[in-house]
């Protein structure tokens, strides 16, 4: 995998089980429960947090930026 903004190959994939909750806060808003599968990070059945991330520019890779997420609206 290269990076999407720099090229580089120096990609660190991590991946985080959150036992069906998480929390999020954007702003005023505050969540808890599944990773929330609308904000262009990768997940995994609401379980885990999973993002690829470039050591070389600190880019996360991903679609961005994110279109109106839940926690927009």
């Known amino acids: 995998m290269k990076c999407q903004n720099c090229g580089s ?3 660190l ?4 089980k ?3 909750m998480c ?3 954007y702003k005023e808003w505050e969540y808890d429960g599944y990773v929330p599968d609308d904000i262009s990070l990768e997940y995994n ?3 885990y947090l999973e993002i690829n991330f470039c ?3 600190c ?3 991903g679609d961005w930026p994110a279109v ?3 926690l927009e609206k």
């Not at 994939?13 to 985080?16: A, D, E, Q």
């Open 9 to 11: 190959n120096r990609i």
């Open 13 to 16: 994939f991590i991946s985080g």
């Open 18 to 20: 959150t036992n069906d």
């Open 23 to 25: 929390y999020s806060q």
């Open 45 to 47: 059945d609401g379980d």
């Open 55 to 57: 050591l070389e520019c």
């Open 59 to 61: 880019q996360i890779q």
């Open 68 to 70: 109106e997420p839940y």
